[in-house]
């Protein structure tokens, strides 16, 4: 099928939502329009010049991007400074460019989720909690021919699941609805000014309260009733609870030094820093946050890490990190590019799923600004 923008986006949006993004970040459409059709996308990690360059090159219609391509408000837009440039080239060539950030980091599973993958750490506990969300819970009548079609329809919107390995939970009671249409009612069964008694099923379910609108959208477009009956209870105690980085365990014990052998291998590094006051300790349980991470490492201290993997550890904060004893292992931020073929893979999986004519690139660039020598 044909494709737009907003179709798409809205998919994405659909895994990666954006009020999952920490407070502030300029997550979401940055240049361009969704409200017209697409036939090529590309994944990267930064739009800087030479992205702009290899998307013109490919004909794209679409940048999907890890980091905002503008951060921080533009002050001028002057076409003789390369930066600013990019944003006119983008402009002329109809090309948008779409932002996923901590988001993508914080939802499960996630950027952060893959790198342990990647590192052969088995856990999904996040590091620190950025976001909780109530759980409501939904009572509804509906007559008896009507509740599997009903489930379905409230199910396909992740009513009914709880926690991570439960979906489609419902509980249901049947009874005997009675009720008298009046006035100018158009009753679905039973006649005007005449009591009716109707076979009905109770159905309970839980639900996270991000999606109640959808859910009484939902109920509106399926009963049958012109008057649905139904409550909406929020519960005290169930939520729903996301946060930034992860933490989880080796299969076994393995010496610092094999550790950063490791995630040197695993990342693709020539080289990267390591923070420790004892190089030949053991390590078994491991914390990573992707990206600028440094100021979670005491919350990853209190999860008992023996190991923290983020990027861009400021001079004063590793030596308060020796003086917590806790080993950190900086592999910088470049380390966050698996988003590419992580998304590139997830969007092809949803291109056969809605057979979308469209195409999906992995940016080809490599933006990272340093080297070892």
């Known amino acids: 099928m044909n494709l737009t923008g907003r179709e798409f986006i809205d998919r994405l949006e659909m895994y990666c939502p954006l009020y999952l993004a920490e407070k502030g970040d300029p997550v979401g459409l940055h240049i361009g329009s969704l409200n017209r059709p697409i036939k090529r996308v590309m994944m990267t990690l930064d739009v800087r010049p030479e992205v702009v360059k290899e998307a013109i090159e490919k004909n794209i219609d679409l940048i999907v991007a890890k980091h905002p391509p503008i951060f921080r408000p533009i002050k001028r837009l002057v076409t003789d400074d390369f930066q600013t440039k990019m944003y006119a080239d983008l402009l002329k060539h109809d090309i948008a ?162 550790f950063t052998s490791k995630v040197k291998k695993t990342f693709n590094l020539n080289g990267l820093r390591l923070i420790t006051d004892t190089k030949d300790k053991k390590i078994k349980r491991i914390a990573i946050c992707g990206g600028s991470g440094e100021k979670f490492y005491k919350d990853a201290l209190k999860k008992k890490a023996d190991v923290y993997i983020t990027g861009d550890v400021y001079y004063h904060t590793a030596h308060d990190m020796i003086e917590d004893k806790l080993s950190v292992i900086d592999p910088g931020h470049y380390i966050e590019e698996a988003c590419k073929l992580k998304f590139v893979e997830m969007f092809n999986n949803w291109k056969q799923e809605y057979q979308w004519d469209v195409s999906f690139f992995v940016s080809e660039t490599n933006t990272n600004p340093f080297e070892f020598i």
């Not at 993958?117 to 009548?141: P, R």
């Open 97 to 258: 460019v779409y932002a996923a950030h901590t988001n993508m980091d914080i939802v499960s599973p996630g950027l952060n989720d893959w790198f342990l993958e990647m590192l052969d750490v088995k856990g999904e506990e996040f590091i620190t909690k950025t976001h909780s969300f109530n759980y409501k819970k939904l009572v509804i009548y509906t007559p008896r021919s009507h509740s599997q079609l009903l489930r379905n329809a409230l199910e396909k919107l992740g009513v009914g699941k709880i926690g991570d390995n439960y979906e489609a939970c419902s509980f249901t009671t049947s009874g005997t609805g009675r009720f008298k249409p009046v006035n100018e009612a158009n009753p679905y069964l039973g006649e005007v000014n005449e009591l009716e008694q109707v076979e009905e099923d109770k159905i309970e379910f839980v639900f996270s309260e991000l999606i109640e609108k959808e859910v009484i959208e939902a109920i509106k477009k399926v009963h049958p009733y012109e008057e649905p009956a139904y409550d909406i209870f929020t519960l005290d105690n169930l939520t729903d609870d996301y946060g930034i980085g992860r933490i989880g365990d080796l299969k076994e014990s393995m010496s610092l030094m094999d």
